[in-house]
């Protein structure tokens, strides 16, 4: 694994503007950055990632169905009384997930260690899957990358597949906060994938979601019979409506069990399920006595976002903290692992589910120990 300097497309306005990709700036600040590259070797890749995506995947799926029947962990999590009995028969349906993406800290040496799950969220997903494909092949067409350059991502291919099974032809609304250009911009990738499924699909605001009787509605009286929501689970919950019968009239995507897993909370229960799993960080809830043994850890929400409100410790010396208006749920401390140091910069490397199968992979790198929404996308390659 290396960080490399990469000559960035003249035309890439263009190019970003064929594919739709139109949060490539954030504030005026550069979101994608091509003038550099991570690289990889084909070892790195199979043996370490894409082994540790796929190991975690498994255990992750045995916790949850764990957890789903014990109140005390639901609690524990925070997750409200009222959605524990959608939660479980969500589960028992086995309703199906589209996606998930396990956050690493990896230099290439030594095993991958788990910083995050981020079960029910796409961010990023459109990067990972079509921005830097199509810089792949333009940069392999251009000289700038040896024709067997290749790329850990199958993630096109394989969302449209998974649509397929999910919705079997049938409609999908595909709602978010509009106002984001990043939500309409992953809501509409994710849309065209189902489209390109057999789906017939509606975007539409969250604002515009109304209630019949006991279903969910649009602004056109359209049932929402099934609905892509890129709106946290906590959100819903919370919400006037997260209580109505329409909750479990309508299937969603994520399912209500991704709740579970989209607490930090699920690191400890990971961590209680298989301590000493090369790839997960010792994990406790900050009220649990043993959360004292971590000298150097990190603080985490049990819900956040782009790394808000997050703190790193080398015991009574802060090294890092970001700000925010999350915690009042409580916290987690995990033990820390520093992200590896590439000349200044440190790399996320965020590895993606599909159906529950390894799929692929994007980069988010920051001149700070902390990723968050400011942090910057990189485009990898595999060179052997």
Same mark, same amino acid.
């Given at each position: 694994?290396?960080?490399?300097?990469?000559?960035?497309?003249?035309?890439?306005?263009?190019?970003?503007?064929?594919?739709g990709?139109?949060?490539?700036?954030?504030?005026?600040?550069?979101?994608?950055?091509?003038?550099?590259?991570?690289?990889?070797?084909?070892r790195?890749?199979?043996?370490?990632?894409?082994?540790?995506?796929?190991d975690?995947?498994?255990?992750?799926?045995?916790?949850?169905?764990?957890?789903?029947?014990?109140?005390? $962990?639901?609690?524990?999590?925070?997750?409200?009384?009222?959605?524990?009995?959608?939660? $479980?028969?969500?589960?028992?349906?086995?309703?199906?997930?589209?996606?998930?993406?396990?956050?690493?800290?990896?230099?290439?040496?030594?095993?991958?260690?788990?910083?995050?799950?981020?079960?029910?969220?796409?961010?990023?997903?459109?990067?990972?899957?079509?921005?830097?494909?199509?810089?792949?092949?333009?940069?392999?067409?251009?000289?700038?990358?040896?024709?067997?350059?290749?790329?850990?991502?199958?993630?096109?291919?394989?969302?449209?597949?998974?649509?397929?099974?999910?919705?079997?032809?049938?409609?999908?609304?595909?709602?978010?906060?509009?106002?984001?250009?990043e939500?309409?911009?992953?809501?509409?990738?994710?849309?065209?994938?189902?489209?390109?499924?057999?789906?017939?699909?509606?975007?539409?605001d969250?604002?515009?979601?109304?209630?019949?009787?006991?279903?969910?509605?649009?602004?056109?009286?359209?049932?929402?019979?099934?609905m892509?929501?890129?709106?946290?689970?906590?959100?819903?919950?919370a919400? $006037?409506?997260?209580?109505?019968?329409a909750?479990?009239?309508?299937?969603?995507?994520?399912?209500?069990?991704? $709740?579970?897993?989209?607490?930090?909370?699920?690191?400890?229960?990971?961590?209680?399920?298989?301590?000493?799993?090369?790839?997960?960080?010792?994990?406790?809830?900050?009220?649990?006595?043993?959360?004292?043994?971590?000298?150097?850890?990190?603080?985490?929400?049990?819900?956040s976002?782009?790394?808000?409100?997050?703190?790193?410790?080398?015991?009574?010396?802060?090294?890092?903290?970001?700000?925010?208006?999350?915690?009042g749920?409580?916290?987690v401390?995990?033990?820390?692992?520093?992200?590896?140091?590439f000349?200044?910069?440190?790399?996320?490397?965020?590895?993606?589910?599909?159906g529950?199968?390894?799929a692929g992979?994007?980069?988010?790198?920051?001149?700070?120990?902390?990723?968050?929404?400011?942090?910057?996308?990189?485009?990898?390659?595999?060179?052997?």
């Amino acid at each position: 694994m290396r960080r490399e300097l990469s000559p960035p497309r003249p035309d890439f306005a263009e190019e970003a503007r064929k594919i739709g990709f139109q949060y490539a700036q954030a504030d005026g600040e550069p979101y994608w950055d091509e003038s550099a590259r991570y690289v990889f070797s084909l070892r790195e890749i199979e043996d370490d990632l894409e082994k540790a995506t796929a190991d975690l995947s498994a255990l992750s799926e045995e916790v949850v169905a764990r957890i789903v029947r014990d109140e005390r $962990a639901l609690e524990r999590l925070r997750i409200p009384r009222h959605a524990w009995r959608l939660i $479980a028969e969500s589960h028992a349906r086995r309703d199906p997930s589209l996606y998930g993406r396990f956050d690493f800290s990896y230099s290439g040496e030594g095993p991958p260690k788990l910083l995050e799950y981020n079960a029910d969220t796409p961010t990023s997903l459109y990067e990972s899957s079509v921005v830097q494909w199509f810089w792949l092949e333009q940069m392999i067409a251009r000289g700038h990358l040896p024709k067997g350059a290749d790329q850990f991502n199958s993630l096109h291919d394989r969302l449209i597949a998974r649509w397929r099974e999910i919705a079997d032809g049938g409609p999908v609304h595909f709602a978010c906060m509009t106002q984001s250009v990043e939500d309409r911009g992953n809501v509409a990738y994710l849309a065209d994938c189902a489209t390109q499924a057999g789906s017939w699909t509606a975007r539409i605001d969250m604002r515009d979601i109304g209630l019949a009787g006991e279903r969910f509605v649009d602004r056109l009286g359209r049932r929402v019979e099934r609905m892509f929501k890129l709106y946290p689970w906590e959100w819903m919950f919370a919400d $006037a409506f997260g209580k109505s019968a329409a909750m479990g009239v309508t299937r969603f995507v994520e399912p209500p069990w991704k $709740a579970i897993a989209s607490s930090k909370g699920f690191l400890a229960y990971l961590w209680e399920a298989a301590p000493g799993h090369p790839n997960l960080l010792p994990c406790f809830f900050e009220d649990d006595a043993r959360a004292a043994s971590l000298t150097r850890y990190a603080r985490k929400p049990l819900y956040s976002r782009e790394g808000a409100n997050v703190a790193l410790y080398d015991g009574e010396t802060l090294l890092a903290r970001t700000d925010g208006d999350y915690g009042g749920e409580g916290f987690v401390r995990q033990q820390l692992c520093a992200l590896p140091s590439f000349g200044g910069r440190y790399p996320v490397l965020g590895c993606w589910l599909v159906g529950g199968e390894p799929a692929g992979m994007g980069v988010r790198e920051d001149s700070s120990l902390v990723t968050t929404d400011r942090s910057r996308f990189l485009p990898h390659a595999i060179i052997d």
